[in-house]
C-alpha cells in the first residue's frame, strides 16, 4: 500500500480522527512521496499542511478554520519520544489527542491500542503473535495496564486455545493436561508456538523454576516432556506433603516447594473439578508412590490432602487397629481426613466409618445398667439412645452404595458385620430390660405418664386454626429427628418434637385409625381381626373421611401419593379444610422388600419429600400448623434365621413375627402377655397381647424378613409427634460465634481454625451463615469459605465445631495478615478479626 493511502486510510480506521501528525526528519521520505499541498489527489475534506514552526496559526486554523477537515500535518522533524523532546514540541496537546503516522506494523498496532512506548522492543519481537485476532481479543481491557507478565501470558493462553487471559495455575493445570499421552499432538503444536516467542517461553521457564523447582539446562534442548511431567509429580507431592516438614531421606526430595504453596493449592482445587486434569495426574504423576509417602511420614501425619490411594490405607488401617478401642478419637481424625479429599468415593467410605465411630462413642457413654424405671428407658431413649438407631440407619446407607471397585471392600465388609452384631444385641439387651422393667412397674402404658397414641388428636387438634396432620406409616422416632434438623435450617418454619407411646399390636391396622378422633376403640374378631373406631372399620380413605366428618365439617383423607398429582390450586383448595389427614407410607411399603438398599434409602427420600411437602404446606399453601406422627416404629438388623425364631403352638387369633393375639394367659418362656386394655384404647382384659422377648422374632406365615414391627420394643412403640409452625423469624436470635485458636499461625500457606456455634439451634436461636477468609490489607488472599452454622445439638459441644482451613491463592510476603468472618447478611460488620501471622515464606509467582 502507498504512503498516500495508508495515510488515508487511517481517517477510514478512524472516522473520529481530526488531525495526524507525520514526522519526517529526512531520513523517511514522507515529503517527497506525498502530493504537495493544495494537490488535487487530496480528497475535498483534507487538508495537507507543512509545519513551519507557526504554531499559533497551525492551532488557530486546526480550531477554526479546518475544524471540519481531516487535517494532514507534516513536521520535519523526528517523532518526539523521550519526555524532553516532548515537552519541548509546541503542538503536543494536540498531538495528545489526535494521532501521528506509524508506516511501521508494531509502532502502528501500539498506537492504535494506546500501548506505551515502554513496551516497543517487546512488541516488536512478538508482533506477529500479539496482532493476531485470538490474541488480540484476550488482552482487550488489559492494554491500560498491560505488563510483560500479562503480554506472555496472553500468548500462552491464546496458544492453549482459551479465550480469556488465563492465570499461573489455570496455565500450568492446562499444561498438565497436555501432557496426557492422548494429547501428544496438542502438545508438540501448543510448545512448537511458543518456540515461536522467546519472551513468553522463557517467562513459563521462569515460573516453572519458581513455582516447582524446576531448573532448565542452558546447554541443553529444553525438554518439555521431562518437565511436564516434573509438575506434575511436584504438583502431586506437594498438594500431598506440601505441609508437612520434610523428612531426611525422602526419596521425593527434589519435588519438594518451599515458596509457592499458594500456586499448588489454586491448581489442585482448580483441577478437582476437571476429570480429564485428574485422570492426567494418575497417568504422568504415578511415580509419586502414595505408598511410599505413608511408609515415610506414617498414618498419622496431618497430609494437607488426601489421594484415594493414600485415603483408602489409612482408612483400612483406622479399622485393624483404632476404631474399637477408640472410636471417638478415630473419628477426629476421620473428620480431618474429610476435610482433606476431594474424592466422593473416599468420602464415602470416611462417612461410613465416621458413623460407625458415632455409634460406638454413643453406646460406650450411655450408662443403660442403671435405668430402672420404664419411665427412664423412654425418657433415655428420646434423649440419646435413639442416636444409635439414627447412626446405625446411616452407615448401612453409606455402606450399599459401596462397589466391588472399593479398593479396602473387605475391612468395611467385616466393619459391617461387627456393627451388625454389635447393633443387634444392643437393642435385643436393651429391650429385653425395657420390657423387664416395664412388666415389673405396672405391664400398662396408660400409667407411664406419657401421651398415649389413643389421644393424640385430642392433645394436638387446633380448635381455632386450619390443621395438617400427616400420618407416616413405619415412620420411626430418630427418623423425625432427622427430618427436624432438616426443617430447622428454614428460617421461618420452627419444629419441635415430642413422642407418644404407640398402643400394641403396633401393626397399621391397629394403630393408624387410632389418630383419628373417636369416642371410642374396639377390638373385633371376625371376620378378622381388627380395630373398629366408633364402631367403624375405617380401611379406605373413603370410610377415614367420613368418619372424621362427624367430628370437624368438611374435613378431608388424602394419601400422600394424590397429592402428587394435583396442581397448586387444586393444593389450596384441598387445605383450605380446617383438617386435613394426609397419609404417608413410602417407608412401611419399601420396608417389606427385605433390602437395607431399599429401606434406607426410602427413609432418606422419605425425609427429603416431608420437609419439601411441610415447607410447600407453609409458604405456599398457607397452613400456619402442622403435625407429623405415625402409627407405629420398627425394628431393623439382621435377618434372623428361621430355626432361630420363637415357636408358638398355643391356639391365636393371629400371629405374626412379633406379636401374637391370643384368649390364652398362660405363661410361656420368653413371652410377655398384655390385655389389650393396658397397651391400647381398646377395652378388652380377655384378648392378650403377647410380644416376644427383646427383639425376638416369632415364627410366622411371612416372616422371613428383618424389617419387623407389632411388638413392645422401643424402636416400635415410642413414635414421633413433629410439630412445624411458621414463626416471625425476627424474633429468634441467630447463633453466635468463637473462634477456639489463639495466635493465629498460617504455615505452608495454610491457617486451620475452629470456629465453635455456641448455642444450638433451637426455638430461641437461627442459624447464621458465615463467610471466611484472610486480608492483607483490603487485598482478598485466600478464598472466602461458607459454612453454615445450624447444629441442633444442644449437648455434645463438638458437634458443634467447625473445622475451617485456609490456603492462600495469592502470592504473599506480608509478616502480618487479618483473618476477617462476617455474617452473609452483614459483610460490611465482621463478627471476628484477628491478626494472622504469615510464618510462610513465599516467591512472588503472580
Known amino acids: 500500500m502507498a504512503l498516500f493511502e495508508k495515510i488515508t486510510d487511517y481517517f477510514t480506521r478512524k472516522p473520529d480522527l481530526h488531525v495526524l501528525f507525520v514526522f519526517d526528519n529526512g531520513l523517511q521520505g514522507y515529503e517527497q512521496e506525498l502530493p504537495h499541498p493544495g494537490d488535487a489527489q487530496w480528497p475535498e475534506n483534507f487538508i495537507y499542511e507543512i509545519y513551519d514552526n507557526r504554531s499559533f496559526r497551525i492551532k488557530y486554523n486546526i480550531e477554526h478554520e479546518w475544524k471540519e477537515k481531516k487535517v494532514v500535518l507534516l513536521v520535519r522533524s523526528?517523532?518526539?519520544?523521550?519526555?524532553?523532546?516532548?515537552?519541548?514540541?509546541?503542538?503536543?496537546?494536540?498531538?495528545?489527542?489526535?494521532?501521528?503516522?506509524?508506516?511501521?506494523s508494531p509502532e502502528l498496532f501500539m498506537q492504535e491500542r494506546n500501548i506505551s512506548h515502554d513496551y516497543i522492543d517487546y512488541v516488536k519481537r512478538n508482533i506477529t503473535k500479539l496482532q493476531r485476532k485470538k490474541n488480540d481479543d484476550i488482552l482487550k481491557g488489559y492494554y491500560r495496564d498491560l505488563s510483560i507478565d500479562i503480554l506472555n501470558r496472553s500468548i500462552i493462553s491464546a496458544e492453549l486455545d482459551s479465550r480469556n487471559l488465563l492465570d499461573w495455575p489455570?496455565?500450568?493445570?492446562?499444561?498438565?493436561?497436555?501432557?496426557?499421552?492422548?494429547?501428544?499432538?496438542?502438545?508438540?503444536k501448543f510448545f512448537n508456538a511458543i518456540y515461536q516467542s522467546k519472551d513468553s517461553l522463557q517467562a513459563l521457564q521462569q515460573m516453572v523454576q519458581r513455582t516447582f523447582g524446576y531448573k532448565v539446562d542452558p546447554n541443553r534442548q529444553f525438554n518439555y516432556e521431562g518437565m511436564l511431567q516434573f509438575i506434575a509429580k511436584s504438583l502431586k507431592y506437594n498438594s500431598i506433603c506440601g505441609n508437612l516438614t520434610l523428612i531426611p531421606g525422602d526419596n521425593y526430595e527434589q519435588f519438594k516447594v518451599f515458596g509457592a504453596l499458594d500456586t499448588i493449592n489454586a491448581i489442585w482445587d482448580a483441577g478437582q473439578k476437571d476429570e480429564v486434569f485428574k485422570e492426567t495426574l494418575d497417568e504422568i504423576a504415578s511415580d509419586i508412590n502414595e505408598s511410599y509417602i505413608l511408609k515415610i511420614y506414617g498414618a498419622e501425619a496431618n497430609y494437607f490432602r488426601l489421594t484415594p490411594k493414600l485415603a483408602y490405607p489409612i482408612a483400612e488401617n483406622l479399622i485393624e487397629e483404632r476404631l474399637w478401642a477408640a472410636p471417638n478419637e478415630v473419628n477426629d481424625k476421620i473428620r480431618s481426613m474429610l476435610n482433606n479429599t476431594d474424592d466422593n468415593q473416599v468420602k464415602g467410605t470416611l462417612q461410613f466409618l465416621a458413623r460407625i465411630c458415632d455409634f460406638y462413642t454413643t453406646r460406650n457413654s450411655l450408662k443403660i445398667n442403671r435405668l430402672s424405671t420404664p419411665q427412664e428407658y423412654i425418657q433415655t431413649y428420646t434423649?440419646?439412645?435413639?442416636?444409635?438407631?439414627?447412626?446405625?440407619?446411616?452407615?448401612?446407607?453409606?455402606?450399599?452404595?459401596?462397589?466391588?471397585?472399593?479398593?479396602?471392600?473387605?475391612?468395611?465388609?467385616?466393619?459391617?458385620?461387627?456393627?451388625?452384631?454389635?447393633?443387634?444385641?444392643?437393642?435385643?439387651?436393651?429391650?429385653?430390660?425395657?420390657?423387664?422393667?416395664?412388666?415389673?412397674?405396672?405391664?400398662?402404658?396408660?400409667?407411664?405418664?406419657?401421651?398415649?397414641?389413643?389421644?393424640?388428636?385430642?392433645?394436638?387438634?387446633?380448635?381455632?386454626?386450619?390443621?395438617?396432620?400427616?400420618?407416616?406409616?413405619?415412620?420411626?422416632?430418630?427418623?423425625?429427628?432427622?427430618?427436624?434438623?432438616?426443617?430447622?435450617?428454614?428460617?421461618?418454619?420452627?419444629?419441635?418434637?415430642?413422642?407418644?407411646?404407640?398402643?400394641?399390636?403396633?401393626?397399621?391396622?391397629?394403630?393408624?385409625?387410632?389418630?383419628?378422633?373417636?369416642?371410642?376403640?374396639?377390638?373385633?374378631?371376625?371376620?378378622?381381626?381388627?380395630?373398629?373406631?366408633?364402631?367403624?372399620?375405617?380401611?379406605?380413605?373413603?370410610?377415614?373421611?367420613?368418619?372424621?366428618?362427624?367430628?370437624?365439617?368438611?374435613?378431608?383423607?388424602?394419601?400422600?401419593?394424590?397429592?402428587?398429582?394435583?396442581?397448586?390450586?387444586?393444593?389450596?383448595?384441598?387445605f383450605k379444610s380446617p383438617l386435613v389427614y394426609v397419609f404417608y407410607d413410602f417407608i412401611d411399603d419399601s420396608g417389606h422388600d427385605h433390602n437395607a438398599k431399599i429401606l434406607t434409602k426410602a427413609c432418606r427420600e422419605a425425609i427429603n419429600e416431608l420437609k419439601s411437602f411441610i415447607y410447600t404446606l407453609h409458604s405456599t399453601i398457607g397452613v400456619s400448623n402442622v403435625v407429623l406422627t405415625s402409627d407405629h416404629g420398627f425394628l431393623y438388623d439382621f435377618d434372623i434365621a428361621e430355626q432361630d425364631k420363637q415357636q408358638i403352638a398355643e391356639n391365636n387369633l393371629e400371629k405374626k413375627t412379633r406379636y401374637y393375639l391370643t384368649k390364652s394367659n398362660d405363661s410361656i418362656q420368653y413371652i410377655s402377655k398384655y390385655p389389650l386394655s393396658k397397651v391400647s384404647g381398646m377395652n378388652r382384659d380377655d384378648i392378650f397381647v403377647a410380644v416376644p422377648?427383646?427383639?425376638?422374632?416369632?415364627?410366622?406365615?411371612?416372616?422371613?424378613?428383618?424389617?419387623?414391627?407389632?411388638?413392645?420394643?422401643?424402636?416400635?412403640?415410642?413414635?414421633?409427634?413433629?410439630?412445624?409452625?411458621?414463626?416471625?423469624?425476627?424474633?429468634?436470635?441467630?447463633?453466635?460465634?468463637?473462634?477456639?485458636?489463639?495466635?493465629?499461625?498460617?504455615?505452608?500457606?495454610?491457617?486451620?481454625?475452629?470456629?465453635?456455634?455456641?448455642?444450638?439451634?433451637?426455638?430461641?436461636?437461627?442459624?447464621?451463615?458465615?463467610?471466611?477468609?484472610?486480608?492483607?490489607?483490603?487485598?482478598?488472599?485466600?478464598?472466602?469459605?461458607?459454612?453454615?452454622?445450624?447444629?441442633?445439638?444442644?449437648?455434645?459441644?463438638?458437634?458443634?465445631?467447625?473445622?475451617?482451613?485456609?490456603?492462600?491463592?495469592?502470592?504473599?510476603?506480608?509478616?502480618?495478615?487479618?483473618?476477617?468472618?462476617?455474617?452473609?447478611?452483614?459483610?460490611?460488620?465482621?463478627?471476628?478479626?484477628?491478626?494472622?501471622?504469615?510464618?510462610?515464606?513465599?516467591?512472588?509467582?503472580?
Open 78 to 104: 523526528a517523532s518526539p519520544q523521550d519526555e524532553e523532546s516532548r515537552l519541548a514540541f509546541p503542538l503536543l496537546d494536540i498531538l495528545a489527542s489526535n494521532m501521528e503516522f506509524k508506516e511501521d
Open 170 to 188: 489455570s496455565i500450568f493445570l492446562k499444561l498438565i493436561i497436555l501432557g496426557k499421552k492422548d494429547n501428544a499432538k496438542r502438545k508438540d
Open 383 to 574: 434423649s440419646d439412645i435413639y442416636l444409635l438407631d439414627s447412626y446405625y440407619r446411616l452407615a448401612l446407607e453409606l455402606y450399599v452404595d459401596f462397589t466391588d471397585e472399593n479398593p479396602i471392600k473387605e475391612s468395611l465388609e467385616n466393619a459391617k458385620k461387627r456393627l451388625d452384631n454389635d447393633y443387634a444385641k444392643f437393642t435385643s439387651d436393651l429391650n429385653r430390660n425395657w420390657i423387664n422393667s416395664f412388666n415389673r412397674d405396672c405391664g400398662d402404658i396408660h400409667k407411664l405418664g406419657f401421651t398415649c397414641q389413643n389421644e393424640f388428636y385430642t392433645k394436638y387438634q387446633k380448635k381455632d386454626s386450619k390443621l395438617a396432620v400427616i400420618v407416616c406409616d413405619a415412620f420411626r422416632y430418630e427418623i423425625a429427628e432427622e427430618l427436624k434438623l432438616e426443617l430447622l435450617k428454614n428460617k421461618k418454619h420452627i419444629p419441635s418434637l415430642d413422642f407418644a407411646i404407640a398402643q400394641l399390636p403396633t401393626e397399621t391396622k391397629y394403630c393408624k385409625t387410632a389418630l383419628l378422633p373417636h369416642n371410642s376403640l374396639e377390638f373385633v374378631e371376625s371376620p378378622e381381626p381388627t380395630l373398629t373406631v366408633d364402631g367403624e372399620v375405617l380401611s379406605t380413605l373413603d370410610q377415614r373421611e367420613k368418619h372424621l366428618r362427624k367430628y370437624v365439617a368438611n374435613a378431608k383423607c388424602i394419601n400422600y401419593k394424590d397429592l402428587e398429582g394435583m396442581n397448586q390450586l387444586q393444593k389450596r383448595e384441598l
Open 693 to 846: 422377648s427383646g427383639t425376638n422374632r416369632i415364627a410366622a406365615p411371612g416372616g422371613g424378613y428383618n424389617f419387623a414391627h407389632g411388638g413392645i420394643a422401643l424402636q416400635e412403640i415410642i413414635i414421633p409427634i413433629l410439630r412445624s409452625n411458621t414463626t416471625h423469624d425476627d424474633d429468634k436470635q441467630k447463633v453466635s460465634i468463637t473462634v477456639l485458636n489463639s495466635n493465629l499461625r498460617m504455615v505452608s500457606s495454610i491457617l486451620q481454625i475452629q470456629v465453635l456455634q455456641k448455642e444450638a439451634v433451637s426455638k430461641e436461636f437461627k442459624q447464621r451463615i458465615i463467610k471466611c477468609a484472610i486480608f492483607d490489607n483490603s487485598t482478598l488472599v485466600t478464598e472466602e469459605k461458607e459454612i453454615a452454622l445450624n447444629s441442633t445439638n444442644e449437648t455434645d459441644l463438638a458437634k458443634r465445631v467447625f473445622e475451617i482451613k485456609l490456603a492462600l491463592n495469592k502470592s504473599n510476603t506480608s509478616q502480618i495478615l487479618e483473618l476477617k468472618i462476617w455474617d452473609v447478611d452483614d459483610p460490611i460488620n465482621p463478627l471476628y478479626k484477628a491478626p494472622v501471622t504469615n510464618n510462610t515464606f513465599i516467591d512472588r509467582d503472580f
